[in-house]
T-cell receptor, first 112, second 117 residues
Framework: EDQVTQSPEALRLQEGESSSLNCSYT??????LFWYRQDPGKGPEFLFT???AGEEKEKERLKATLTKKESFLHITAPKPEDSATYLC?????????????FGEGTQLTVNP | DTGVSQDPRHKITKRGQNVTFRCDPI?????LYWYRQTLGQGPEFLTY????????KSRLLSDRFSAERPKGSFSTLEIQRTEQGDSAMYLC???????????????FGPGTRLLVL
């Protein structure tokens, strides 16, 4: 059965303390692995799409990587404004209408 | 840059009432998706449209739920005879799709938060 698991559920960091969020997935025919950021009371904001193992993408203090079983979101020298819930999701593409299957998210808090 | 918009942003209703939500996708996006999100969970897929055709519905979408996209532009999601379990954030997303994988990236609106008393 296709599924995605994110860990940890919650992470508290000091400003400048780098860390990584994990997204483990089991899916046949992965089309894309997506990362979103979600602030309280708002819709998810798109960050990255990764399509194949070994691919990496970066944006400011964030870097996403992908293996055949996991994706990591690395946060370098985080700032308080990076505090949010980070959601991982996968798509199986046209076989499932490109619907996204989400994990439960990692709630990140960065203290000043 | 006009993103996905949703209306209303908040809705409080009494159990048994009907509610309707509207979603306006990014201009020229062919695909439109509806998701539901409860507190502490990731969004769950409900249904999606390609242009005006509703191509897939989740088992989560009971008979009390109906969605339309009459002219392939905006979409509405109606919930009839609301129940307390329907309380959630209802999210709409759109994508350029189909075709290249990059066209499948979904952009979300701000959501409509529903509270059923």
């Amino acid at each position: 059965e296709d599924q995605v698991t994110q860990s940890p559920e919650a992470l508290r960091l000091q400003e400048g303390e780098s860390s990584s969020l994990n997204c483990s997935y089991t899916v046949s025919g992965l089309r894309g692995l997506f990362w979103y950021r979600q602030d309280p009371g708002k819709g998810p904001e798109f960050l990255f799409t990764l399509y194949s193992a070994g691919e990496e993408k970066e944006k400011e203090r964030l870097k996403a990587t992908l293996t055949k079983k996991e994706s990591f979101l690395h946060i370098t020298a985080p700032k308080p404004e990076d505090s949010a819930t980070y959601l991982c999701a996968f798509s199986r593409g046209e076989t499932s209408g490109s619907r996204l299957t989400f994990g439960e998210g990692t709630q990140l808090t960065v203290n000043p | 840059d006009t993103g996905v918009s949703q209306d209303p942003r908040h809705k409080i209703t009494k159990r048994g009432q009907n509610v309707t939500f509207r979603c306006d996708p990014i201009s020229e996006h062919n695909r439109l998706y509806w998701y539901r999100q409860t507190l502490g969970q990731g969004p769950e897929f409900l249904t999606y449209f390609q242009n005006e055709a509703q191509l897939e519905k989740s088992r989560l979408l009971s008979d009390r739920f109906s969605a339309e996209r009459p002219k392939g532009s905006f979409s509405t999601l109606e919930i009839q005879r609301t129940e307390q379990g329907d309380s959630a954030m209802y999210l709409c997303a759109s994508s350029p799709g189909p075709g290249l994988a990059v066209r499948e990236t979904q952009y979300f609106g701000p959501g409509t938060r529903l509270l059923v008393l």
